[in-house]
């Protein structure tokens, strides 16, 4: 009898694909997105430190070149940090409603899609890895899906 763990432990890790979408964001955009998941999602659900924050903004800033949960993490944070800031906007009374504005959310719901399809695509690395970046990857991820599951939801009238 061996305990599976250790038959597992001793296998050679399982290749990644490289991702084909590679995100790429301006310093002021990664601030925005980053300061808009703080301010509305971290902020209500506290799972992210500032210092964590801090070390996935550097993720950002540099690119997303490795298949880590650092990546996936940073993705999902740059994903809820879109979805927020166009949740606002949408709701926003005091904001134009006319082309520009509907430009505007058309690249935030953009870049919150592809952040998350990205991030979906490294979900798999968090699966695989026991720490706490991987715990709050499974979580933001299943945050992320809860919230659009409510906001796609058909009107029941």
């Known amino acids: 009898f061996r305990p599976i763990f250790l038959l597992e432990s001793r296998c050679p890790a399982i290749p ?3 991702r084909s979408i590679r995100p790429v964001f301006t310093t002021s955009e990664a601030e925005r997105l980053l300061n808009s998941f703080q ?4 902020f209500w659900y506290p799972t992210v430190s500032k210092a964590t924050l801090q070390n996935l903004f550097e993720r950002v800033r540099n690119g997303f070149v490795e298949n880590t949960c ?10 809820l940090g879109a979805a ?9 009374s005091t904001k134009s409603h006319g082309f520009e504005s509907r430009q505007h959310q058309s690249e935030l719901m ?7 399809d990205e991030a979906m695509k490294l979900l798999n690395v968090a699966y695989m890895e026991i720490s706490t970046i991987s715990t709050q990857c499974v979580f933001l991820a299943a945050f992320v899906q809860h919230s659009s599951l409510r906001y796609n939801r058909p009107n029941p009238s």
């Open 39 to 42: 301010r509305n999602v971290n």
């Open 16 to 18: 990644f694909q490289p």
């Open 84 to 92: 927020s800031e166009l949740v606002q906007l949408v709701h926003s």
């Open 70 to 79: 650092e990546d996936c993490a940073a993705l999902l944070v740059m994903a």
């Open 110 to 116: 953009t870049m919150a899609s592809v952040c998350y």
